[in-house]
């Protein structure tokens, strides 16, 4: 655990944190083609590592497993120990976070799934509308922050996404001129583990709400939010 300060050319302070990657995927080298439909996630030869019975168990998790990447780098990074995604998800499903119906699984449930991760791993968390400076502003406090935006942040030069939300990625610092990520469905090379998104770019895909975690021993809450 630590926290990297660089000094920008323009003058400001960077604080980007070290933080673990995990990709929601077990192979982060083939997100691409998972996410392309040129792989199917029951391909992927690290399935079993997921803690999924079967390939197809963890086929159908995967796709929805961004929240549960983002909780295992804050975990590895706070109390250096990674559980299996599965582990995670099935207890975030026990508390809420994830409500089923039929197939279909709704989540991942900002308020429960803070709650959650209070009583079960003792982090700080809330969830909370959050501005981007605000969100800069967590980050500089020592804290990390799950936010809500649109898969397409992995081209964050690409066009402007038709919505914003619908994906979790975990900011760990800020330049002062772009926001620092781990993006759980990033591509290997390009928009993974510190992918920079120029803050002028990044509300085109924020949907202005996500959870902000902070370390043991910080009282089990920060401020603001539920």
Not at 59 to 70: F, I, K, M, P, T
Not at 152 to 180: M, Y
Not at 183 to 209: C, I, K, L, M
């Amino acid at each position: 655990m630590g926290t990297v300060e660089e000094q920008e050319s323009g003058g400001g302070a960077a604080v980007v944190h070290e933080v673990p990657y995990y990709a929601q995927w077990e192979s982060p080298g083939l997100v691409r083609e998972i996410v392309g439909g040129a792989v199917s996630a029951a391909d992927d030869p690290r399935w079993s590592e997921s803690g999924a019975t079967t390939p197809e168990e963890y086929e159908y998790w995967s796709w929805r497993l961004c929240g549960v990447a983002c909780l295992r780098m804050a975990l590895d990074h706070w109390w250096g120990v990674a559980p299996t995604a599965m582990q995670l998800a099935g207890e975030c499903l026990e508390a809420g976070a994830y409500e089923r119906d039929g197939e279909r699984l709704r989540g991942l449930i900002h308020t429960p799934f803070a709650g959650y991760v209070r009583e079960r791993w003792g982090l700080a968390a809330r969830a909370r509308e959050l501005t981007p400076g605000e969100v800069a502003a967590e980050l500089a406090g020592g804290r990390l922050a799950m936010l809500s935006v649109h898969p397409a942040i992995r081209h964050p030069e690409g066009p402007d996404p038709q919505r914003r939300g619908g994906h979790l990625v975990l900011a760990v610092g800020t330049t002062g001129t772009a926001l620092v990520i781990h993006n759980p469905s990033g591509f290997a090379g390009e928009s993974q583990a510190y992918a920079h998104v120029p803050w002028g770019r990044f509300e085109r895909f924020y949907a202005g709400r996500g959870i902000v975690l902070g370390p043991p021993g910080s009282g089990g809450t920060v401020p603001g939010g539920a």
